[in-house]
């Protein structure tokens, strides 16, 4: 039987569809993303609605699951800032995960408790960085699965990150680029062309989750 009759992945918390656009290119053919806010850009099927409800209603309907619930109350980026605290969904989705017959992946920024590499629930998982993929990026992020997914090799930061959004890495673009394609540029690089600003700064590089999709599609 061929992997083509047995490709449906749900995409929760999709976004815009950095990691859809992975999975897609790993070889997923029907992509469904759900996300509580409109994604006009996102370029599979979309339903906006809350992605808990729609897991525990139609999830057993999908061979495989993937799931970026928000990561504002774990980043360091932001624990620092006054605020009146982010929703924390990622307990609750890995519950509702557990109990569904199918592969998943949750992904999480640093400093989440998603448990990488732990026995606990077969769980496996990965830490991935742009740079492992050739891409001039250290967006770090934890990825835990219920399947074993090789590293694809180490983290190399010698040469400068491009981010627009701190000093170093906007000089080094707009050494480059100059200051009016700078921010075409990093999109078309991480490879979220499509994307509009705001969507491409919440992403993560389609080129992570075509390396997890690659081994998952194999097993499905």
């Not at 891409?135 to 090799?153: D, E, K, S």
């Amino acid at each position: 039987m061929g992997v083509s009759m047995m490709t449906k992945l749900l995409d929760l918390f999709c976004g815009a569809g950095g990691a859809a656009v992975g999975y897609h290119r790993a070889g997923f053919d029907e992509i469904v993303g759900v996300d509580l806010n409109p994604q006009p850009r996102y370029p599979f099927e979309f339903v906006q609605g809350d992605a808990l409800e729609y897991l525990s209603e139609h999830g057993s309907e999908f061979d495989a699951i993937h799931a970026s619930p928000p990561c504002q109350d774990y980043s360091r980026a932001v624990r620092h800032l006054s605020s009146p605290g982010y929703p924390r969904l990622l307990e609750p989705t890995q519950e509702i995960l557990e109990t569904l017959d199918c592969s998943y992946v949750i992904e999480n920024v640093v400093g989440s408790p998603i448990p990488v590499q732990s026995t606990l629930f077969g769980q496996h998982g990965v830490y991935l960085c742009g740079t492992m993929f050739g891409l001039r990026i250290w967006r770090h992020r934890l990825f835990a699965t219920n399947f074993a997914v090789a590293l694809p090799g180490p983290c190399n930061h010698v040469e400068p990150a491009m981010n627009p959004y701190n000093t170093q890495g906007r000089q080094g673009l707009d050494d480059e680029r100059g200051d009016t394609e700078r921010e075409t540029y990093w999109r078309e690089h991480w490879g979220v062309g499509w994307m509009k600003r705001d969507e491409g700064r919440e992403a993560i590089p389609p080129a992570y989750t075509e390396h997890i999709g690659q081994t998952l599609i194999k097993i499905i």
